[in-house]
Protein backbone atom coordinates (compact mmCIF):
# COMPACT_ATOMS: atom_id res chain seq x y z
CA UNK A 1 0.00 0.00 0.00
CA UNK A 2 0.91 3.21 -0.98
CA UNK A 3 1.21 6.66 1.63
CA UNK A 4 -0.81 8.62 -1.50
CA UNK A 5 -2.70 11.46 -0.22
CA UNK A 6 -1.96 10.35 3.52
CA UNK A 7 -1.18 13.20 6.51
CA UNK A 8 2.31 12.16 8.39
CA UNK A 9 1.79 13.31 11.70
CA UNK A 10 3.36 10.51 13.61
CA UNK A 11 5.84 8.08 13.35
CA UNK A 12 3.22 5.51 14.06
CA UNK A 13 2.00 6.32 10.94
CA UNK A 14 4.42 4.42 9.02
CA UNK A 15 4.16 0.90 9.16
CA UNK A 16 6.84 -1.45 8.96
CA UNK A 17 6.20 -2.42 4.79
CA UNK A 18 6.26 1.28 4.27
CA UNK A 19 9.81 2.01 5.91
CA UNK A 20 11.04 -0.57 3.95
CA UNK A 21 9.57 0.39 0.77
CA UNK A 22 10.73 4.59 1.34
CA UNK A 23 13.90 3.53 2.47
CA UNK A 24 14.55 1.55 -0.97
CA UNK A 25 12.79 4.50 -2.98
CA UNK A 26 15.10 6.95 -0.85
CA UNK A 27 18.17 4.84 -2.31
CA UNK A 28 16.83 4.97 -5.54
CA UNK A 29 16.38 8.62 -5.91
CA UNK A 30 19.64 9.18 -4.69
CA UNK A 31 20.68 7.34 -7.59
CA UNK A 32 18.76 9.15 -9.80
CA UNK A 33 19.82 12.42 -8.91
CA UNK A 34 23.61 11.85 -8.55
CA UNK A 35 22.75 10.74 -12.15
CA UNK A 36 20.42 13.17 -13.58
CA UNK A 37 20.10 15.84 -11.39
CA UNK A 38 17.01 17.35 -10.99
CA UNK A 39 14.39 14.42 -11.81
CA UNK A 40 10.32 14.98 -13.34
CA UNK A 41 8.17 13.26 -11.19
CA UNK A 42 6.84 16.28 -9.44
CA UNK A 43 6.30 18.45 -12.30
CA UNK A 44 3.42 20.49 -11.74
CA UNK A 45 3.20 20.00 -8.19
CA UNK A 46 3.43 22.72 -5.58
CA UNK A 47 4.58 21.84 -2.00
CA UNK A 48 3.91 24.76 0.56
CA UNK A 49 6.33 25.08 3.69
CA UNK A 50 5.00 27.09 6.50
CA UNK A 51 7.33 26.77 9.77
CA UNK A 52 6.49 28.84 12.83
CA UNK A 53 9.14 27.71 14.65
CA UNK A 54 13.09 27.89 13.24
CA UNK A 55 14.70 25.17 11.47
CA UNK A 56 17.09 24.94 8.92
CA UNK A 57 18.21 21.01 7.84
CA UNK A 58 14.21 19.93 7.94
CA UNK A 59 12.64 23.02 5.82
CA UNK A 60 15.84 23.06 3.26
CA UNK A 61 15.94 19.37 2.75
CA UNK A 62 12.00 19.43 2.30
CA UNK A 63 12.44 22.10 -0.20
CA UNK A 64 15.55 20.58 -2.23
CA UNK A 65 13.53 17.31 -2.00
CA UNK A 66 10.57 18.88 -3.68
CA UNK A 67 12.52 20.78 -6.44
CA UNK A 68 14.74 17.98 -7.19
CA UNK A 69 11.37 15.83 -7.45
CA UNK A 70 10.59 18.60 -10.33
CA UNK A 71 8.01 20.66 -8.47
CA UNK A 72 7.47 23.79 -7.22
CA UNK A 73 7.85 24.90 -3.56
CA UNK A 74 5.84 27.90 -2.21
CA UNK A 75 7.19 29.16 1.40
CA UNK A 76 5.33 30.89 3.73
CA UNK A 77 7.14 33.65 5.93
CA UNK A 78 5.95 34.01 9.04
CA UNK A 79 8.41 37.06 9.65
CA UNK A 80 6.14 39.31 6.89
CA UNK A 81 2.95 37.70 7.61
CA UNK A 82 -0.15 39.02 8.67
CA UNK A 83 0.27 37.26 11.93
CA UNK A 84 2.01 39.98 12.72
CA UNK A 85 -1.43 41.87 12.43
CA UNK A 86 -2.84 39.25 14.79
CA UNK A 87 -4.11 36.62 11.81
CA UNK A 88 -4.75 33.78 13.63
CA UNK A 89 -2.63 30.26 12.87
CA UNK A 90 -5.94 28.58 11.94
CA UNK A 91 -6.77 31.48 9.53
CA UNK A 92 -3.75 31.52 7.81
CA UNK A 93 -4.04 27.66 7.14
CA UNK A 94 -7.44 28.14 5.78
CA UNK A 95 -5.87 30.80 3.35
CA UNK A 96 -3.03 28.81 2.59
CA UNK A 97 -5.77 25.76 1.33
CA UNK A 98 -7.38 28.00 -0.27
CA UNK A 99 -4.62 27.95 -3.08
CA UNK A 100 -4.82 24.87 -3.16
CA UNK A 101 -1.31 23.11 -2.64
CA UNK A 102 -0.34 19.73 -3.32
CA UNK A 103 1.80 18.99 0.16
CA UNK A 104 1.93 21.09 2.99
CA UNK A 105 4.68 20.89 5.51
CA UNK A 106 4.22 22.46 8.71
CA UNK A 107 6.35 22.99 11.69
CA UNK A 108 4.23 24.46 14.90
CA UNK A 109 5.45 25.67 18.36
CA UNK A 110 1.76 23.89 19.26
CA UNK A 111 0.89 20.13 19.87
CA UNK A 112 -1.31 18.42 18.04
CA UNK A 113 -1.21 21.43 15.68
CA UNK A 114 -1.56 19.73 12.41
CA UNK A 115 -4.30 17.19 13.45
CA UNK A 116 -6.35 20.55 14.15
CA UNK A 117 -6.05 21.73 10.65
CA UNK A 118 -5.80 18.48 9.06
CA UNK A 119 -9.86 17.77 8.26
CA UNK A 120 -10.49 21.79 6.78
CA UNK A 121 -7.43 21.25 4.58
CA UNK A 122 -7.29 19.32 1.82
CA UNK A 123 -3.46 18.93 0.81
CA UNK A 124 -1.84 16.08 2.75
CA UNK A 125 0.10 17.35 5.86
CA UNK A 126 3.60 16.68 6.60
CA UNK A 127 4.45 17.05 10.53
CA UNK A 128 7.81 18.64 10.21
CA UNK A 129 7.67 19.24 14.27
CA UNK A 130 4.78 20.20 16.57
CA UNK A 131 6.52 21.59 19.78
CA UNK A 132 7.57 18.56 22.13
CA UNK A 133 5.17 15.98 20.73
CA UNK A 134 6.11 14.45 17.48
CA UNK A 135 9.00 14.39 14.49
CA UNK A 136 8.37 12.23 12.71
CA UNK A 137 9.77 12.65 9.46
CA UNK A 138 12.74 13.55 11.38
CA UNK A 139 12.71 9.42 13.12
CA UNK A 140 12.39 8.62 8.82
CA UNK A 141 15.85 9.95 8.51
CA UNK A 142 17.30 8.34 11.97
CA UNK A 143 16.10 4.98 10.78
CA UNK A 144 16.98 5.27 7.07
CA UNK A 145 20.68 6.21 8.52
CA UNK A 146 21.05 3.74 10.97
CA UNK A 147 19.55 0.59 8.77
CA UNK A 148 22.07 1.85 5.87
CA UNK A 149 25.16 2.08 8.44
CA UNK A 150 24.36 -0.92 10.51
CA UNK A 151 22.29 -3.05 7.43
CA UNK A 152 19.47 -3.78 9.23
CA UNK A 153 17.33 -1.98 12.35
CA UNK A 154 16.25 -5.55 14.06
CA UNK A 155 18.27 -6.01 17.00
CA UNK A 156 20.25 -3.10 17.52
CA UNK A 157 21.09 -1.72 21.17
CA UNK A 158 20.32 2.58 20.58
CA UNK A 159 21.13 4.73 23.63
CA UNK A 160 18.81 8.09 22.89
CA UNK A 161 20.78 10.82 25.54
CA UNK A 162 19.82 14.44 26.38
CA UNK A 163 17.45 15.96 26.53
CA UNK A 164 14.61 13.73 26.34
CA UNK A 165 11.77 15.37 28.58
CA UNK A 166 11.09 18.64 26.12
CA UNK A 167 12.74 16.38 22.49
CA UNK A 168 10.46 15.55 19.57
CA UNK A 169 13.09 13.51 18.22
CA UNK A 170 13.35 11.45 20.85
CA UNK A 171 9.55 10.55 20.85
CA UNK A 172 8.87 10.08 17.19
CA UNK A 173 12.38 7.77 16.75
CA UNK A 174 11.35 5.19 20.12
CA UNK A 175 7.93 4.87 17.92
CA UNK A 176 9.50 4.22 14.81
CA UNK A 177 11.56 1.84 16.32
CA UNK A 178 8.75 -0.30 17.47
CA UNK A 179 8.02 -1.03 13.94
CA UNK A 180 10.98 -3.66 14.19
CA UNK A 181 11.72 -6.53 16.53
CA UNK A 182 14.25 -7.70 19.09
CA UNK A 183 15.74 -4.13 19.81
CA UNK A 184 16.85 -2.52 22.86
CA UNK A 185 16.46 1.06 23.94
CA UNK A 186 18.50 3.08 26.54
CA UNK A 187 17.07 6.44 27.70
CA UNK A 188 19.71 8.18 28.90
CA UNK A 189 19.40 11.55 30.78
CA UNK A 190 19.20 12.72 33.93
CA UNK A 191 15.79 12.09 35.67
CA UNK A 192 14.87 15.69 35.31
CA UNK A 193 14.96 15.30 31.62
CA UNK A 194 14.01 11.99 31.07
CA UNK A 195 11.67 10.66 28.18
CA UNK A 196 7.88 11.31 28.86
CA UNK A 197 5.35 8.90 30.60
CA UNK A 198 3.16 9.37 27.64
CA UNK A 199 6.08 8.43 25.52
CA UNK A 200 6.45 5.16 27.79
CA UNK A 201 3.04 3.95 28.17
CA UNK A 202 2.87 4.71 23.54
CA UNK A 203 5.89 1.80 23.34
CA UNK A 204 5.54 0.02 26.64
CA UNK A 205 4.72 -4.07 25.07
CA UNK A 206 6.64 -2.76 21.96
CA UNK A 207 10.38 -2.61 22.77
CA UNK A 208 12.44 -3.45 25.39
CA UNK A 209 14.01 -0.31 27.11
CA UNK A 210 15.92 1.30 30.16
CA UNK A 211 16.32 4.12 31.95
CA UNK A 212 19.57 4.76 33.02
CA UNK A 213 21.26 8.22 34.12
CA UNK A 214 24.69 8.46 32.57
CA UNK A 215 26.34 7.23 29.24
CA UNK A 216 29.16 5.17 30.49
CA UNK A 217 26.84 2.61 31.98
CA UNK A 218 25.93 1.33 28.38
CA UNK A 219 28.26 2.75 25.97
CA UNK A 220 30.28 -0.61 25.06
CA UNK A 221 27.21 -2.26 24.15
CA UNK A 222 25.58 0.17 21.67
CA UNK A 223 24.84 0.12 17.94
CA UNK A 224 23.97 3.54 18.13
CA UNK A 225 24.25 6.47 20.69
CA UNK A 226 21.81 9.38 19.33
CA UNK A 227 22.50 12.82 21.03
CA UNK A 228 19.82 15.35 20.78
CA UNK A 229 20.32 19.42 22.20
CA UNK A 230 19.07 20.42 26.01
CA UNK A 231 15.98 22.06 24.63
CA UNK A 232 16.19 26.03 25.54
CA UNK A 233 13.17 27.40 23.83
CA UNK A 234 11.11 25.10 25.86
CA UNK A 235 12.36 25.24 29.12
CA UNK A 236 9.75 27.72 31.28
CA UNK A 237 12.21 28.22 34.03
CA UNK A 238 15.75 29.64 32.34
CA UNK A 239 18.05 28.74 36.25
CA UNK A 240 16.93 24.65 35.20
CA UNK A 241 18.26 25.17 31.98
CA UNK A 242 21.66 27.03 33.23
CA UNK A 243 21.67 24.19 35.74
CA UNK A 244 21.44 20.64 33.35
CA UNK A 245 23.95 22.88 30.68
CA UNK A 246 26.84 20.68 30.58
CA UNK A 247 25.42 18.14 32.24
CA UNK A 248 26.11 15.69 29.49
CA UNK A 249 28.83 15.82 27.10
CA UNK A 250 30.29 13.97 24.27
CA UNK A 251 33.42 14.61 22.91
CA UNK A 252 36.36 12.54 21.25
CA UNK A 253 38.55 12.35 24.77
CA UNK A 254 35.57 10.96 26.57
CA UNK A 255 34.60 8.57 23.95
CA UNK A 256 38.52 7.56 23.13
CA UNK A 257 37.75 5.66 26.90
CA UNK A 258 36.16 3.00 25.71
CA UNK A 259 36.80 -0.37 23.48
CA UNK A 260 34.34 -0.23 21.54
CA UNK A 261 32.59 3.28 20.29
CA UNK A 262 28.82 2.56 18.81
CA UNK A 263 27.53 4.86 15.63
CA UNK A 264 26.72 8.72 17.02
CA UNK A 265 24.23 10.44 15.68
CA UNK A 266 22.81 14.01 16.66
CA UNK A 267 19.47 15.78 14.70
CA UNK A 268 21.32 18.82 14.82
CA UNK A 269 21.80 21.97 15.58
CA UNK A 270 24.32 20.63 18.30
CA UNK A 271 25.16 23.46 20.76
CA UNK A 272 27.78 22.20 23.64
CA UNK A 273 26.54 18.64 23.91
CA UNK A 274 28.40 16.98 21.31
CA UNK A 275 31.81 18.34 20.66
CA UNK A 276 33.28 19.25 17.10
CA UNK A 277 36.68 16.69 18.46
CA UNK A 278 33.99 14.08 17.69
CA UNK A 279 33.67 14.97 13.73
CA UNK A 280 36.98 13.26 12.93
CA UNK A 281 35.83 10.21 14.37
CA UNK A 282 34.78 7.83 11.04
CA UNK A 283 31.76 6.83 13.97
CA UNK A 284 30.93 10.00 13.38
CA UNK A 285 27.34 10.03 11.46
CA UNK A 286 25.55 13.23 11.85
CA UNK A 287 26.16 15.30 8.84
CA UNK A 288 25.81 12.04 6.88
CA UNK A 289 22.45 11.73 8.83
CA UNK A 290 21.36 15.40 7.85
CA UNK A 291 21.80 14.77 4.23
CA UNK A 292 20.05 11.60 3.88
CA UNK A 293 16.80 13.92 4.93
CA UNK A 294 17.08 15.08 1.93
CA UNK A 295 16.77 11.70 0.00
CA UNK A 296 14.20 9.90 2.65
CA UNK A 297 11.95 13.04 2.88
CA UNK A 298 11.99 12.97 -1.35
CA UNK A 299 11.31 9.74 -0.89
CA UNK A 300 7.98 10.31 1.17
CA UNK A 301 6.60 13.17 -0.69
CA UNK A 302 6.89 11.41 -4.00
CA UNK A 303 5.02 9.08 -2.64
CA UNK A 304 2.57 11.21 -0.46
CA UNK A 305 2.08 12.91 -3.81
CA UNK A 306 1.40 9.66 -5.59
CA UNK A 307 3.69 10.44 -8.39
C1 LIG B 1 15.36 18.92 15.79
C2 LIG B 1 13.99 19.55 16.04
O1 LIG B 1 13.67 20.58 15.43
O2 LIG B 1 13.28 18.96 16.83
N1 LIG B 1 16.03 19.50 14.72
C3 LIG B 1 15.82 19.00 13.48
O3 LIG B 1 14.70 18.98 12.98
N2 LIG B 1 16.88 18.48 12.85
C4 LIG B 1 16.19 18.83 17.00
C5 LIG B 1 16.45 20.07 17.81
O4 LIG B 1 16.02 21.18 17.48
O5 LIG B 1 17.15 19.93 18.81
Do not use: C
Not at 149 to 170: F, S
Not at 173 to 200: G, K
Not at 241 to 263: T, V
Not at 286 to 307: I, S
Amino acid sequence: MSLKGKDILSAFDFEREDLERLFKLADQLREEMAEKGSLDYAKGKVMLTAFFEPSTRTKLSFQFAMVKLGGTVIDFDVSTSSLLKGESDVDTMKIIDGYDPDVIVIRQKQPYFPHKVKDFVKAPILNAGDGPHEHPTQALLDVYTIWRELGKVDGIKIGIMGDLKYGRTAPSLSYMLTRFNNLTIYYIAPDVIQIRDEVIENIKGKVKFEKVSKPDEVIEELDVLYVTRLQKERFSDPEEYERLKGAYKIDKDFLSKFKHIPIIMHPLPRVWELDPSVDELPQAKYFEQARNGLFARAALVKEVLGV
